[in-house]
């Protein structure tokens, strides 16, 4: 017949002899953990295991008093800890002297951790300006075109009553029928007082094109609007001359109206010329 074996935990009068075999073994009085941890029982048993070792010389003996009070000092911590806070104690793991290092550390490693909620306070302020992105995408719409068809139609009688003033200009100021190639082609003969409004006028509307559309240099751009504006104050003056002499019935331009008159073509080549120049550099 077999017996069973003991449920209650052994008493403390058991457990002393192995408590100071433990103390012989290691030269001291063991700790509360040693005995915890080699004897298998809970702290208040070893408590009571270290008050009934509070006199007991471990063997061999310290060599010095100041050794052998050493193990005493134990004896007084029991005394101050309670039962709530051994059980405490209990669950936390055996490390002797290394948590009070380690508390500083984790001190260390929590302060960077500080500022995180500013970046993430600054990471929304950031996040936030995007919404504004909608009320910018709104003003970029698509222009509509305007129709310059009712342009053209103002400019084609304009450009007829141009066109007969500087021919009848240019007949008053001795221009007419030439042949510019005798003896080649004898048969062939051209009217030089159309030059007039060709070059003079062809000149002012490309040169307001390059002023006003901003495509060129700034160079470019200021000789442009000099030279158109000057084109058209010319053209405006002859303009004026013909339309005088034509209503005196003058059958000649006088000689200073004829000289400026003839100067005309050649200074449409030269501005022409430097704009051409000037817009051809810049790009």
């Not at 094109?209 to 504006?229: C, E, M, P, Q, T």
Request: glycine content about 6%.
């Amino acid at each position: 017949m077999t017996t069973t074996r003991s449920a209650y935990p052994a008493p403390v009068e058991h457990l002393v002899p192995q408590a100071r075999a433990l103390a012989d073994e290691l030269g001291s009085i063991p700790s509360r953990n040693q005995l915890k941890a080699r004897l298998r029982i809970g702290a208040p048993k070893a408590n009571a295991v270290l008050a009934e070792l509070a006199d007991y010389v471990p063997n061999p003996a310290p060599a010095d008093p100041a050794t052998a009070t050493a193990p005493h000092e134990p004896a007084a911590a029991p005394a101050s800890t309670g039962p709530a806070e051994d059980e405490t104690r209990e669950s936390r793991p055996v490390v002797d002297a290394a948590p009070a290092e380690v508390k500083p550390e984790a001190a260390t490693l929590a302060d960077p951790v500080a500022p995180a909620p500013a970046a993430v306070a600054d990471t929304g302020t950031t996040a936030a300006e995007p919404v504004a992105g909608p009320a910018e995408a709104d003003p970029p719409r698509t222009r509509r075109r305007l129709a310059t068809w009712p342009v053209l139609l103002l400019m084609l009688p304009a450009t007829v009553a141009i066109w007969s003033g500087w021919v009848g200009l240019g007949q008053l100021a001795g221009f007419g029928p030439v042949h510019p190639l005798p003896g080649i082609a004898d048969s062939f003969v051209i009217d030089t007082s159309i030059t007039l409004p060709i070059g003079m006028e062809t000149y002012s509307a490309y040169a307001l094109y390059v002023w006003l559309s901003g495509r060129a240099g700034a160079k470019a751009i200021a000789f442009a609007r000099v030279s158109a504006l000057l084109a058209l104050g010319i053209g405006a003056a002859g303009q004026i001359a013909y339309h005088l002499m034509s209503a005196a019935n003058v059958p000649a331009a006088h000689p200073l109206i004829t000289a400026a008159v003839a100067c005309i073509p050649v200074a449409v080549l030269g501005l022409g010329a430097a704009l051409a120049h000037l817009v051809k550099e810049d790009a």
